[in-house]
Every structure is written in C-alpha cells, then in structure tokens.
C-alpha cells in the first residue's frame, strides 16, 4: 500500500497555471504507474494523465494535451502535474492514483488500487 497526498490547488484566473504536487509514503512511488484524474461536480472522474513504470511513459486525455504535463521525482518520492494555459471548465476536484506496475492502459479508474483525498483547482473567468 502507498499513501498518497495531493497539494497545491487553489484559486487561478483563466489563462493561469498551477502544479500540483503528490506526496507518496509507505512504498516507493518509483515502482508504480501513476495517474491523475479530476471530477467536476455533478460529473464522473475522468482521467486526466498518467506516467507508467517502468519506462516512464505519458499518456494524457485530448482536452488536456499540450496544456498539462505530468512528471515524477521518484528521490522525493513525489508526482507532479504542470497545469498551464487553464481554462473554466479545468475545475475540479483532482486526485492523485496509482496503480501496478504491470498495469498497461491508464484511463479507467477501476486500474488504480491507491488514491489521495484530492485537492481543489478553481479557475475564474
């Protein structure tokens, strides 16, 4: 089991950015793949992206290409994701995931064993 805390939401204009940042303890991030989702209120947690392990790939979902960057520092123990270029309808709750190794397709939530409590990102037009 890994712990996983998320920080770093908050209140930002349109057009602004934001990282958000996971704490990992109990086990080594390093050996997971990790996955951000988000969910809006009265809407479904969607994915949002994900960096797998090994290799260190990244997936992200289309509304969120080229905006957002996902990265791991696995001396911290920590998993980041880069938010620019926000827009109204990034507001959500957004949580952090992980999921085995050996896990290959990163969008289905059902795929992650450990979540955080989320944080939220509010963007203001």
């Known amino acids: 089991q890994v712990q996983l805390v998320e920080s770093g939401g908050g209140l930002v204009q349109v057009g602004g950015s934001l990282r958000l940042s996971c704490a990992a303890s109990?086990?080594?991030?390093?050996?997971?793949?990790m996955g951000w989702f988000r969910q809006a209120p009265g809407k479904e947690r969607e994915f949002v992206a994900a960096?797998?392990?090994?290799?260190?790939?990244?997936f992200y979902a289309d509304s969120v290409k080229g905006r957002f960057t996902i990265s791991r520092d696995n001396a911290k123990n920590t998993v980041y994701l880069q938010m620019n270029s926000l827009k109204p309808e990034d507001t959500a709750v957004y949580y952090c995931?992980?999921?085995?190794?050996?896990?290959?397709?990163?969008?289905?939530?059902?795929?992650?064993?450990?979540w955080g409590q989320g944080t939220q990102v509010t963007v203001s037009s």
């Open positions: 995931a992980a999921a085995p190794s050996y896990v290959r397709t990163f969008v289905a939530a059902k795929k992650y064993d450990n």
């Open positions: 960096v797998s392990w090994p290799g260190g790939n990244t």
């Open positions: 109990g086990r080594a991030v390093s050996t997971y793949a």
